[in-house]
């Protein structure tokens, strides 16, 4: 294939060269080119200087043309119209002589009597002047706490139908956010996030990415700017997310596939949850068509047990539950994006996964666990497990209650922590402990979120560098792994800094529990509204009743 190829550093002039052709395209003075006009009109008519004589006379007559034919026809036209008959039309008139108007007789003006005005009359008026108004209870967020709404692949879109909803992504946006920090205990975790987002700013390649495996790690920093509800037209954070977004299209080749990928290809799956869940905040047609293309390779990458493993090999009989748990976070993105419309496959592939990931179960007693490619009850990608069939519908199904019991096998311990990767292995347990609520959720904030944010490293807002969209100078911190080798695929402090902040934005990523309404419900309360799916949203397990501001409607 390689003789194939054309050697681009050839000159791509020298063929003219050699047949002696570029001197047609010399520059010649007035008197040259019509001697070899004359010369070349002189010559066969099929010849090349003949052709090219011709062109000439046209390109030089040309303009004359234009001013001497006007010309022409003007006194053409002049000359016809002296010999045009001229019409002689007479018309008679008759004078008629004005009848005099008789002389009116002025008319006399009536006598009108002045109106007096009525006198006036003293009201007395107990007037109160120490009236209090009472300052609105909505507060508007702050500068650096707010999302300016859409510009170009713009931010957050909630979708507007008959019922007042709130969506799966809405509780990102600055009011939602403060509620939700609030009614699930993470108020105090706001400023080591923002002080990680500015560190992950400061960390930016100038290309747009970051770390070193850079489609899957650009991804995974999408997903921490998009927790906090940052889109490309957020104030402070728009263009870093904007830069991240380019790059990560740009990099995405025609079948889906992303260049730079790493060698077991966990980009795949893991950008087409940043893709899908750009598309689901932005609902931006560019960030949909490499959505659906990045998304259509984790469908077709399932295998037939419904689990996946490395590659996308769908012809493998293994069972990967850490490469499966991104999948399952990726086609659950796509189906809140709405994005089974494009790909109808979704909701088959999310059916046949729970399947798979059952298949790496094992109880011991009341408790038990999901095994990396087999079944276990012991390992520390427990959580992954929980939470992908907490994503998949089954979160009260027995192997998920069982596996959530057994996560307390891996406690909270950043002094002391179990296993080699635990930062990994943690962003999954806060998000299963999250889904599931109560109690349960409340023993594990308590247990993480504080030392978590202790243990954030700061560097001060004099010697961070970074300077914010206000021009004000902000601290930054970053978070590095307890254990010596955290399996981050080279990518270290990049990685870490990351699954820590995801970790902290748990309260309003995605609100807990997703409970359908029968359609029975939607098509009474939406009429013909067929393309609308409305999603129940129950706040904590107790609650058996929900207002209107606890539902959302999304396009499907």
């Not at 008679?92 to 108007?101: A, H, K, L, N, W």
């Not at 080591?192 to 790690?217: C, F, H, I, Y």
């Not at 592939?349 to 990396?372: H, L, P, Q, S």
């Amino acid at each position: 294939m390689s003789d194939q190829i054309p050697n681009i550093e050839e000159d791509p002039f020298e063929i003219l060269r050699k047949h002696d052709l570029l001197h047609l395209f010399d520059e010649l003075s007035f008197r040259r080119k019509w001697m070899r006009v004359f010369k070349g009109l002189k010559q066969p008519i099929t010849s090349g200087e003949n052709k090219w004589a011709r062109l000439q006379l046209l390109r030089l007559l040309a303009p004359f043309a234009a001013v001497v034919v006007p010309v022409l026809m003007l006194f053409i036209i002049a000359f016809l119209a002296q010999f045009t008959p001229r019409s002689d039309h007479t018309v008679e008139v008759t004078v008629i002589d004005p009848t005099p108007m008789e002389d009116l007789e002025d008319i006399e003006q009536p006598d009108i009597d002045p109106i007096e005005p009525p006198d006036p009359v003293e009201v007395e008026v107990d007037v109160q002047t120490d009236i209090a108004v009472a300052p609105s209870e909505v507060a508007a967020p702050s500068a650096q706490d707010a999302s300016v709404q859409p510009a170009e692949l713009d931010s957050v879109a909630q979708v507007r139908s008959p019922v007042v909803l709130t969506g799966m992504l809405g509780s990102r946006n600055p009011g939602a956010r403060g509620q939700a920090l609030g009614d699930f205990g993470g108020g105090h975790t706001t400023e080591a996030v923002l002080r990680a987002l500015r560190w992950l700013v400061v960390n930016q390649n100038e290309d747009g990415s970051w770390g070193r495996t850079k489609p899957a790690m650009t991804s995974l920093a999408l997903l921490a700017f998009l927790a906090h509800g940052d889109t490309p037209a957020s104030e402070e954070f728009g263009s870093v997310v904007e830069r991240g977004l380019r790059f990560l299209i740009d990099a995405q080749q025609d079948n889906g596939h992303f260049r730079g990928r790493d060698r077991n290809d966990y980009t795949q799956p893991i950008a087409a949850y940043a893709l899908a869940e750009a598309y689901g905040m932005t609902r931006t047609p560019q960030i949909r068509e490499a959505a659906v293309k990045a998304i259509e390779r984790v469908v077709q990458g399932q295998n037939p047990a419904g689990s996946w493993d490395y590659r996308l090999d769908s012809s493998s009989s293994r069972n990967d539950i850490s490469y499966a748990g991104w999948c399952v976070q990726a086609l659950k993105a796509a189906e809140i994006a709405g994005l089974t419309r494009d790909i109808p496959e979704i909701k088959d592939a999310m059916e046949r996964a729970v399947g798979g990931i059952k298949a790496n179960f094992r109880a011991d007693g009341d408790i038990g666990g999901f095994g990396y490619t087999s079944p276990s009850s012991t390992h520390g990608l427990s959580g992954v497990g929980v939470l992908a069939l907490q994503f998949l519908g089954e979160a009260r199904s027995r192997e998920a209650q069982l596996a959530l019991a057994g996560l307390d096998r891996w406690p909270f311990d950043w002094e002391s922590p179990r296993g080699r990767s635990p930062v990994y292995w943690w962003y999954y347990n806060t998000q299963a402990f999250f889904q599931e609520g109560g109690d349960v959720w409340d023993q594990w904030n308590e247990e993480f979120s504080h030392t978590l944010v202790g243990v954030q490293q700061v560097i001060d807002a004099d010697e961070s560098g970074y300077v914010d969209h206000t021009g004000t100078p902000r601290a930054i911190g970053f978070w590095d792994s307890p254990a010596e080798n955290e399996l981050t695929g080279g990518n270290g402090r990049v990685m870490d800094t990351i699954l820590c902040t995801l970790m902290l934005t748990v309260y309003y990523r995605y609100l807990p529990t997703f409970q359908r309404i029968d359609q029975e419900e939607i098509d009474r309360e939406l009429g013909d509204e067929e393309d609308l799916v409305i999603e129940i949203v129950q706040i904590r397990p107790e609650i058996r009743s929900l207002s209107d501001t606890d539902m959302m409607a999304r396009t499907k």
